[in-house]
């Protein structure tokens, strides 16, 4: 029970930046864009050798937080 309520608290402090990360990097740009159309935004841009949707980092912040 303990074990839980820690992972539940440690959840909460990730950063929301963190969890669009993880919500947004494809390894290929056609998922990317896939996801870009999904979430009403035009384009991709890659991170890290990753691809992620929308043109801009910024962009895909604000669908994310609308989704």
């Known amino acids: 029970m303990a074990l839980c309520a820690m992972a539940l608290f440690c959840g909460l402090l990730i950063p929301t930046?963190?969890?669009?990360?993880?919500k947004g990097l494809y390894k290929t740009q056609a998922d990317?864009?896939?996801r870009a159309k999904e979430l009403g935004c035009k384009g991709t841009h890659q991170n890290?050798?990753?691809w992620m949707p929308c043109g801009h980092?910024?962009?895909l912040h604000q669908e994310?937080?609308?989704e």
């Open 48 to 50: 890290n050798g990753l």
């Open 17 to 22: 930046q963190a969890l669009a990360h993880a």
């Open 57 to 59: 980092e910024a962009m």
């Open 32 to 34: 990317a864009e896939k």
């Open 64 to 66: 994310l937080r609308q």
